[in-house]
């Protein structure tokens, strides 16, 4: 159940981010469904390797490097979609995955966790 909860919270925020950035285009709020669950998988997947491979980097940069691996893996995402899901290039990725985990951070806080108590 909270898989699905924080899938739905990440499509509505890639959803939020494609409206307002011109670099970022979803095609519709199903396209913004399956880029969710496929950002998920790779989240899984992949990117505990990338974090362990870059771990010295990471670590030299305080942890901002991690916005640089959010930004590859939306970047797998977009490749994996075709034309449903676009990002115009890696600096609207590193922007838009900056952008995707303050929003995330916001809606999980304010208002997942509250639901949660009840």
Do not use: C
């Amino acid at each position: 159940m909270r898989w699905l909860i924080h899938l739905l919270v990440n499509s509505v925020v890639l959803v939020v981010v494609a409206g307002y950035f011109d670099g970022f285009y979803l095609e519709s709020v199903s396209a913004a469904i399956l880029a969710s669950v496929l950002l998920s998988i790779i989240n899984v997947i992949l990117k505990p390797i990338l974090v362990i491979l870059t771990l010295p980097v990471t670590v030299i940069t305080f942890g901002f490097f991690l916005f640089v691996i959010n930004a590859i893996t939306l970047m797998i995402t977009a490749s994996l979609m075709g034309d449903a899901f676009q990002i115009s290039g890696f600096g609207m990725a590193v922007f838009a995955a900056i952008i995707i985990s303050i929003l995330n951070m916001l809606i999980n806080t304010f208002v997942v966790k509250p639901m949660q108590k009840k």
